[in-house]
């Protein structure tokens, strides 16, 4: 096996180790709850370490498939789990049967397209912030108050070139909403459908960036008030340059997204700007994520160079071997022509092109200097 493809493997395993480093980062929840103050209206006022509590169970990472019919999947019945009441699985009527996100058998159809991280989150119905008057004896009335939509972030290292990304950030949305059939809405009650939000990071943008994309309605012919929650479907798309922005409210998750997923900055000037700048407590497992995140970028662009060199250590020597070839036909012409030949007699023995043998012979082609 070659250096050049040795060092290609090497290389592409380590963006495949970097992606999966990428999404553990953006699934801490604090990240999480950074990114919902700054996409998702209903959190917008409030302080990301309240929203973090609001997240349900722990993000699935990689792990739910995206494909129709596989999103979903039917879980033993298990108290424990039905007593926690765990958003994302739902119990029949019967007690006998539990729809919940598939997040099993992971090895199994293992080139299946899944999304990169999806979690339920729960949010205040009439405020970002839950009514303080509410005491222990009226519980049930702080959760009817509450309601819960689906989140799903995927973490893009540029904008892709075989397919708009659109269109598939569309298909994704939409499969976010007909997967709940089953798990969280039965037969008909479409007035249970569930609010999505799926938020696309993508890196390496000419500049920082950021779109809501979602469902308008548009009168043609006169006016009526179609019931319906226009809501439902959104698409936020974000877009990193490989600026470092400044901290500033426009700026603000850009600069922490940024400064998480370069490839520039070292670990300490990483963890400087998330926990001074953000006051996002350094803990061990965010601070462990860093450190592959940042080895993994070195040894990206050591694999970088090292190709480069390969790829231009061959060509180098395809190169020479061609002048060489190149000088040693040119010597040929120039001898049979000194000692008589005609250029059609020296194209004939030569297998050259005639013009080519005359251009030789009239030094406009010359031959390469020693």
């Known amino acids: ?21 990428a999404k553990r980062l953006l699934s801490q929840k604090i990240i999480l709850a950074h990114i919902l103050a700054k996409t998702v209206p209903e959190f917008t006022n409030m302080n990301p370490t309240d929203i973090v509590p609001l ?18 999947i039917e879980k033993p019945k298990a108290d424990e789990q039905i007593t926690n009441g765990l958003s994302n699985i739902k119990k029949e009527s019967n007690g006998q049967r539990i729809i919940g996100l598939n997040d099993e058998n992971i090895e199994i159809n293992e080139g299946m397209i899944r999304f990169d991280i999806i979690f339920y989150v729960r949010i ?8 303080k008057d509410i005491t222990a004896n009226n519980s049930t009335d702080a959760e009817n108050r509450l309601s819960q939509i689906i989140i799903n972030v995927e973490a893009q290292k540029s904008e892709p070139q075989k397919y708009d990304i659109l269109n598939r950030a569309i298909f994704y949305v939409s499969r976010m909403i007909s997967s709940q059939k089953g798990r969280d809405f039965e037969n008909s009650d479409y007035n249970n459908i569930k609010q999505v939000y799926s938020i696309w990071v993508c890196m390496n943008m000419p500049e920082n960036s950021m779109s809501h994309i979602h469902l308008l309605k548009d009168d043609l012919i006169d006016k009526h008030n179609w019931h319906g929650n226009l809501d439902l479907l959104n698409i936020i798309m974000v ?16 600069r922490l997204l940024s400064a998480l997923l370069s490839k520039d900055l070292t670990v300490n000037e990483k963890l400087d700007i998330i926990g001074n700048e953000y006051d996002i407590p350094v803990e061990n497992n965010l601070r462990e994520e860093v450190n592959v995140m940042c080895n993994l970028s070195q ?12 790829r231009g ?21 120039l001898n049979m ?3 008589g030949l005609t250029p059609e007699q020296i194209a004939a023995f030569t297998n050259k092109n005639i013009d080519d043998v005359k251009a030789i012979i009239a ?8």
């Open 1 to 21: 096996m070659n250096t050049e493809l040795k060092n290609s493997i090497a290389a592409t395993d380590k963006e495949a180790q970097y992606d999966e480093s």
């Open 55 to 72: 997240i349900e169970g722990e993000p699935y990472i990689s792990s739910v498939p995206v494909d129709p019919g596989l999103s979903n």
């Open 124 to 131: 205040p119905l009439k405020s970002n912030i839950a009514d």
């Open 239 to 254: 877009g990193l340059s490989n600026n470092l922005p400044p901290h500033d409210d426009t700026y603000e998750m850009h």
């Open 299 to 310: 040894g990206i662009k050591e694999d970088g160079i090292a190709i480069g060199e390969a």
């Open 313 to 333: 250590i061959a060509i180098g020597e395809a190169r020479g071997r061609a002048e060489g070839e190149a000088t040693a036909e040119t010597k040929i012409v």
């Open 337 to 339: 022509h000194n000692n």
């Open 363 to 370: 030094g406009k082609l010359t031959i390469p200097s020693e």
